[in-house]
């Protein structure tokens, strides 16, 4: 890694080191109550966007409120007393084409919003009003309450969130590390009420405590002068109380020197065995990105040397000779990370190592021997050497020169957090991770700290769970876990390193040239045809970064073990490439092979010629066949612990894709395939080799067409006489055509939820408006954003009814997906179609300014450029592959929205949404295990259809899913309830391809 540092790099006028290519110029204020902001002018930014960091989080809650922190997090949204109408700030946002959210983490909490760039003022000043005056009301607080415990029914059968509570459950009980950070209705509600505690109260003092002016860093990103971004901030902020606060601190002893050597069993939801280690770091120092701690370096220093940071990359390599390659061999492990651990703070560093397990490494003792390995490595690794296994990276200055541009929602989140920690002038270094000091004696410290003596690990697989050395563990939500102490030092400690190991290869990836083409072009052009390969090219130099992108399907139908073999093959020869700054994909899609490569054009066609020659000489090794065949397993039958809305949702997909099987029908077809199967199967694959490319960013035409010629050479000389023979043919990519759903008639999938253990249900609807037209686009979005605050504001605050979530399909639609843990899903579709005949009365009775509003904001929103190389590649890419080829898109839907009138959106809304008779809709479905005893304590039965389309909102009925009778559902006798999945897609109608 090249020693840069600070100085030998640009600056800006307030002493911030910026890359070479950053074009926003920055100042930094502090206002005269303390409060320190960063002002960012970014002349081409289309939105504007605001974040205020402030340093208070979970480890601050009360012993007697688990969760507080969040809490008050939640109930800021709320209202203020200067905008004291609920959800208003919210609304806001939402009417001028923003979004807006906020995180808890251990010592801060993070408000961050964005909008467009007109709307800022206005924005900005109810954003203050968290800050300055937030209206706290009695009724919000328990309303609140459900919603943070809906968001905790989640959690619950969530691994990681699990796994969290497992670590906080075995470290120091005297330590608030320790707690349940996230809440529930019964610590924030019902506990503090039987202590005799006011929880509305409590949450205002909390606030006023800990919301101090001088603990906040803001930063606000816009097209505005920074002139006007500072009369902007010092105008909203300056009535932000200070109260003269320090910013809190905690001690090191999260685990105490005697919780080392540990153990630890757990019994995860999900298939699959993984290990991870986590070793205390001792002493107190931050590093960039990492915590790290020793006791004789100053805390503000550590940052520029970087220690984790170095120890991951040598650990977490993939590459001959690393740890992972060797588990690999034996075929123990499928995966391997290292690095800083969620988990840390300030004032202790955790860092981890996590190793995926094959069946047979689970079975080979595989606590023992993959920590074993993990000790190993550190143990062999040579103190001098260290340094010349970091040179395989790229350049840290060059990863910060040519990094790509954030967009201002991100940027201003990141920032803000980033202005707690780093200095001013390393406050962009610091904030992208960028070591700028090589420091052995402090990467001596760290390996030092990874022995057994300070270790735990963490061994999980469900075969544990018939273990009898186990100890019960209680979390919060009363999840048993289980855990042992089995002590192994001695053998641990005696174990030689192994002389496998050793440090990585010079890396060929890293590039050298960095000049940038000087023609752009608005869209991609066709610059190379033959039979076998089509190039379209796009060079775009706008990004200013000396890179460039691939995207290539090849023609078939291709089973996902067959990308999963070819990116096993691929792990050890491009994890080079992913150092050096260049990535690639291997995936099956429904037409066929999706090859994409993206990095500095520089070395980009070696990376290619790589993935290609693989692709092209591949081979079935059936020992990592096994391996990856059961890697699959694992992965279809995890699919039923993904959370209810998102397999709602991945349901109703399967459901209107022609050439698209259920995960089901994988589980059931695998075990059939053995290694000789695809031994046969791939040559058929590659034989109908039909390429087509899109090469944009700093690629020019030549370079592109020399390498699309180079494919097709590669491509005749593997399959030449077969690739003929189908090109002749005119044997063309499959297209992917979509279920046309019947008009009049609505389909419902229903299902109990796929994993027994989650209580929440969920419902996904659909109502599909036609196939891929501009004006019917423009119509379904400014429906779906219009109507999707209110949504949110009716069904989940006022109703209380879980989550909702926003969702627009491959065929223009106007979704509605809703989730709770109290409510049956046909009660949930129930409350949307009432929710309907209210969105229709908006529609029709909205001001006309206000419908201009809208159709100005979403036009705003939609024709905002893309901040990166990689989301323009993908945004031309998804035209080629659709074959509608509308490399205008944008400018077109833009045109046909803002041409749009009041009375086309309602009547389109009755048409294709409100009026049974005419709209398309398809309903999934899925019961969480508390359906039933939510409809027995008194949920609605399903609504009948109405000749508006409209539903009752009588709730006197109970809505338990066996209640539903036959061929009933949530619009009455005439819906077709969906048994066998294909058969049904069989009986449709499809939509024309545009291929």
């Not at 009363?478 to 990585?504: D, N």
């Not at 076998?532 to 992108?549: N, T």
């Amino acid at each position: 890694m090249a020693d840069h540092h600070a100085s030998e790099l640009p600056q800006s006028p307030g002493s911030i080191t910026l890359p070479i290519i950053d074009d926003h110029e920055y100042r930094l204020i502090t206002l005269g109550n303390g409060l320190r902001a960063l002002l960012v002018h970014d002349a081409t930014a289309e939105k504007g966007a605001a974040a205020c960091d402030v340093r208070v989080g979970s480890l601050s809650d009360p012993d007697d409120v688990p969760g507080l922190a969040h809490f008050t997090e939640h109930m800021l949204f709320y209202s203020s007393h200067k905008y004291p109408e609920e959800d208003e700030y919210s609304k806001f946002i939402a009417e001028h084409g923003g979004h807006t959210n906020a995180y808890t983490a251990a010592e801060s909490t993070n408000y961050h919003f964005d909008c467009n760039w007109d709307a800022l003022e206005p924005a900005l000043d109810r954003f203050a009003q968290f800050f300055i005056s937030p209206l706290i009301s009695a009724d919000g607080v328990d309303r609140e309450a459900n919603a943070v415990d809906s968001e905790h029914g989640k959690n619950l059968n969530s691994d990681p969130w699990r796994k969290l509570q497992l670590w906080k459950a075995v470290a120091n009980p005297a330590h608030p590390f320790s707690r349940f950070s996230t809440g529930s209705f019964d610590t924030l509600i019902t506990q503090p009420k039987q202590a005799g505690t006011d929880p509305h109260e409590r949450v205002r003092r909390f606030h006023q405590e800990h919301y101090s002016a001088g603990l906040m860093r803001l930063v606000v990103v816009s097209r505005h002068t920074l002139d006007e971004l500072e009369s902007l901030v010092r105008d909203k902020f300056a009535a932000v109380p200070d109260g003269g606060l320090a910013p809190p601190t905690f001690s090191p002893d999260a685990v105490a020197p005697d919780q080392g050597g540990l153990l630890i069993r757990m019994v995860p939801q999900r298939d699959g065995h993984s290990l991870e280690l986590q070793a205390s770091l001792g002493g107190r120092a931050r590093a960039a990105g990492w915590w790290g701690e020793w006791p004789t370096v100053a805390e503000q220093q550590h940052y520029r040397q970087a220690p984790s940071h170095y120890v991951s990359h040598l650990l977490g390599h993939e590459g001959e000779g690393s740890a992972f390659a060797l588990l690999k061999a034996r075929g123990w492990a499928t995966g391997l990370v290292a690095g800083e651990a969620g988990t840390s703070y300030s004032g202790r560093s955790f860092f981890m190592c996590r190793i995926d397990l094959t069946d047979e490494g689970h079975l080979a003792r595989g606590a023992g021997r993959g920590s074993s390995s993990v000790f190993r490595w550190a143990s062999g690794l040579p103190a001098g050497e260290k340094r010349r296994g970091c040179s395989t990276t790229l350049p840290a200055d060059m990863r910060f020169n040519y990094r790509d541009k954030q967009p201002p929602y991100s940027y201003a989140s990141s920032l803000s957090q980033a202005m707690q920690v780093y200095s001013d002038a390393d406050l962009l270094l610091g904030a992208y991770s960028v070591p700028l000091e090589y420091d052995p004696d402090l990467i001596r410290q760290v390996v030092a700290d990874l022995t057994p003596d300070k270790a735990r690990v963490l061994w999980s697989s469900k075969s544990l769970e018939a273990s009898s050395r186990t100890l019960l563990l209680r979390c919060w939500w009363l999840w048993q876990g289980r855990c042992c102490c089995m002590l192994q030092l001695s053998e641990w400690r005696e174990e030689a390193p192994l002389p496998e190991l050793h440090l990585p290869r010079p890396n060929p990836y890293i590039p050298k040239q960095f000049g940038l083409v000087e023609d752009g072009a608005p869209h991609p052009a066709l610059i190379h045809a033959t039979p076998m390969v089509r190039l379209w090219h796009k060079p775009d130099p706008s990004f200013k970064v000396p890179k460039a992108s691939y995207v290539s399907p090849e023609a078939a139908v291709l089973t996902q073990l067959f990308a999963k073999l070819l990116n096993d093959y691929l792990s050890e020869v491009t994890y080079d490439a992913d150092l050096a700054g260049l990535h690639y994909g291997v995936r099956a899609t429904t037409a066929g092979l999706l090859l994409s490569v993206y990095g500095y054009s520089d070395t980009l066609a070696t990376l290619a010629q790589t993935v290609l020659g693989k692709v092209l000489g591949f081979q079935v090794l059936p020992d990592r066949f096994q391996v990856v065949k059961e890697k699959a397993a694992k992965d279809f039958h995890n699919m039923r612990y993904d959370q209810p809305y998102q397999y709602a949702l991945y349901c109703l997909g399967v459901a209107c894709e022609e050439r698209r099987w259920h995960v089901a029908d994988y589980e059931a077809a695998l075990p059939g395939l053995a290694a000789q199967q695809l031994e046969a199967f791939y040559p058929r694959l590659l034989s109908r080799c039909e390429a087509e490319l899109l090469a944009g960013g700093n690629m020019s035409a030549a370079a592109a067409t020399q390498f699309a010629q180079g494919l097709e050479r590669q491509l005749r000389d593997r399959w030449g006489l077969v690739c003929s023979a189908c090109c002749t043919a005119a044997v063309l990519l499959p297209a992917q055509r979509v279920v046309r759903l019947p008009r009049g008639r609505p389909a419902l999938l229903a299902q109990p939820g796929p994993n027994p253990a989650n209580d929440n249900s969920a419902v996904a609807v659909s109502f599909q408006v036609g196939p891929d037209d501009m004006r019917r686009n423009a119509l379904a979005e400014l429906v779906t954003a219009i109507g999707k605050r209110d949504a949110f504001h009716q069904l989940r605050t006022v109703e209380q009814l879980g989550w909702v979530r926003a969702w627009l399909p491959a065929v223009p639609a106007v979704p509605a997906v809703v989730g709770s843990t109290a409510h049956a899903a046909a009660y949930l579709e129930q409350r949307i179609e009432a929710f309907l005949p209210m969105l229709a009365a908006r529609l029709a009775d909205m001001p006309a300014p206000e419908f201009s509003q809208h159709v100005e904001e979403l036009a705003k929103s939609k024709a905002e450029r893309p901040k990166r190389l990689r989301e323009a590649a993908a945004r031309d890419w998804s035209e080629v592959e659709q074959g509608s080829l509308r490399f205008d898109r944008i400018d077109a839907e833009v045109a046909a929205l803002r041409a749009l009138s009041q009375l086309e959106v309602v009547a389109f809304y009755r048409e294709h949404v409100l009026e049974v008779g005419s709209r398309r809709k398809l309903s999934v479905h899925m019961e969480g295990s508390r359906a039933a005893e939510a409809g027995a304590a008194g949920s609605a039965a399903p609504a009948a259809e109405g000749s508006g389309g409209g539903a009752t909102a009588d709730l006197a009925a109970a809505d338990a899913p066996g209640e539903v009778p036959a061929g009933a559902g949530p619009e009455g006798p005439a819906v077709e309830r969906i048994g066998d999945l294909a058969a049904w897609k069989r009986r449709q109608q499809l939509y024309g391809s545009l291929k």
